[in-house]
Nanobody, 117 residues
Framework: VQLQASGGGLVQAGGSLRLSCAAS????????MGWYRQAPGKQRELVAA???????NYADSVKGRFTISRDNAKNTVYLQMNSLKPEDTAVYYC????????????WGQGTQVTVSS
């Protein structure tokens, strides 16, 4: 599985950005796709995820502001980020989880999101 992320950038607080993650390769094996982020000096954290069945979950800090979705025809997952805050500033990583034995994660390259106050 290969993941190609795009869509980061610089935005003012209150603004919006949309991240995209295009998957290729053995995409049939993917059980869940998600977005993680890592701010300087902090651990990487799950932001949002969507399963192959369409179930979604979000970090409490982004609920009501971020929306994860997918386009199966394009093998692409999106993260729509609205009402951005300076604390959303981080490198965002696309992730694909394969629930094999053992489970395995694939990672895309990070994309920087910077929210200015």
């Amino acid at each position: 599985v290969q993941l190609q992320a795009s869509g980061g950038g610089l935005v003012q607080a209150g603004g919006s950005l949309r991240l995209s993650c295009a998957a290729s390769g053995s995409i049939f094996s993917i059980n869940r796709m998600g977005w993680y982020r890592q701010a300087p000096g902090k651990q990487r954290e799950l932001v949002a995820a969507i399963t192959s069945g369409g179930s979604t979950n979000y970090a409490d800090s982004v609920k009501g502001r971020f929306t994860i979705s997918r386009d199966n025809a394009k093998n692409t997952v999106y993260l729509q980020m609205n009402s951005l805050k300076p604390e959303d500033t981080a490198v965002y990583y696309c992730n694909a989880l394969v629930l094999d034995a053992p489970p395995f994660s694939y990672w895309g390259q990070g994309t920087q999101v910077t929210v200015s106050s």
